[in-house]
């Protein structure tokens, strides 16, 4: 997990991941972060918190990853539960907060930032099959954990879901602005 740890350090821990129920909470502007189809109301503090979303993400990753190779196999298939939950939720906080303003505000204004947006959801959409039909292939049986092809998949899951993060966050993100 090289990749990711270059890219997020070893996976330093901060209030989010202490609490479970953070993702619950309401956001800065006081609109909870999981009703989707509230508002497609600018949120100031939604890029933060999709970033701090990335990183939850790579520090399960790496728990999977640190599970297996220690043999713990119970802890690598409660790990990639946590990983496809969090993952899951992750996806539709971004598919309805952010990737409809970005779409609806872009539009009109900047066709060629609104098709990128539209680029990037679809590409999305491929990677989250992707990834949970490899959660689902192996948090069912302990022993598939132990053939040497999860641990290839799994070594290539993590450097296309650090690639993806990193585009999002230096190409797509910055789409995310106020509009008007």
């Given at each position: 997990?090289?990749?990711l740890k270059s890219l997020f350090g070893a996976g330093k821990k901060d209030a989010r991941r202490e609490s479970p129920g953070?993702?619950?909470?309401?956001a800065a502007t006081g609109e909870a972060r999981l009703r989707p189809g509230h508002s497609l109301g600018y949120d100031p503090a939604l890029i933060d918190s999709l970033k701090d979303d990335h990183k939850d993400l790579v520090h399960i990753f790496q728990g999977i990853d640190a599970a297996c190779r220690a043999l713990d196999f119970s802890g690598c298939m409660e790990s990639?539960?946590?990983?496809?939950?969090r993952f899951t939720d992750h996806l539709i906080v971004e598919n309805t907060r952010f990737y409809l303003y970005?779409?609806?505000?872009?539009?009109a204004s900047d066709p060629a930032s609104a098709q990128l947006a539209r680029d990037f959801q679809h590409e999305m959409h491929q990677i989250a099959r992707v990834v949970t039909s490899f959660v689902d292939k192996y948090s069912v049986d302990e022993e598939a954990l132990k053939n040497a092809a999860f641990g290839e998949e799994l070594q290539g899951i993590g450097r296309a879901l650090a690639e993806r993060i990193e585009r999002e966050e230096k190409a797509l993100y910055p789409l995310y602005a106020p509009v008007g």
């Amino acid at each position: 997990m090289g990749i990711l740890k270059s890219l997020f350090g070893a996976g330093k821990k901060d209030a989010r991941r202490e609490s479970p129920g953070a993702r619950a909470q309401p956001a800065a502007t006081g609109e909870a972060r999981l009703r989707p189809g509230h508002s497609l109301g600018y949120d100031p503090a939604l890029i933060d918190s999709l970033k701090d979303d990335h990183k939850d993400l790579v520090h399960i990753f790496q728990g999977i990853d640190a599970a297996c190779r220690a043999l713990d196999f119970s802890g690598c298939m409660e790990s990639l539960r946590r990983f496809r939950s969090r993952f899951t939720d992750h996806l539709i906080v971004e598919n309805t907060r952010f990737y409809l303003y970005v779409k609806h505000a872009m539009e009109a204004s900047d066709p060629a930032s609104a098709q990128l947006a539209r680029d990037f959801q679809h590409e999305m959409h491929q990677i989250a099959r992707v990834v949970t039909s490899f959660v689902d292939k192996y948090s069912v049986d302990e022993e598939a954990l132990k053939n040497a092809a999860f641990g290839e998949e799994l070594q290539g899951i993590g450097r296309a879901l650090a690639e993806r993060i990193e585009r999002e966050e230096k190409a797509l993100y910055p789409l995310y602005a106020p509009v008007g």
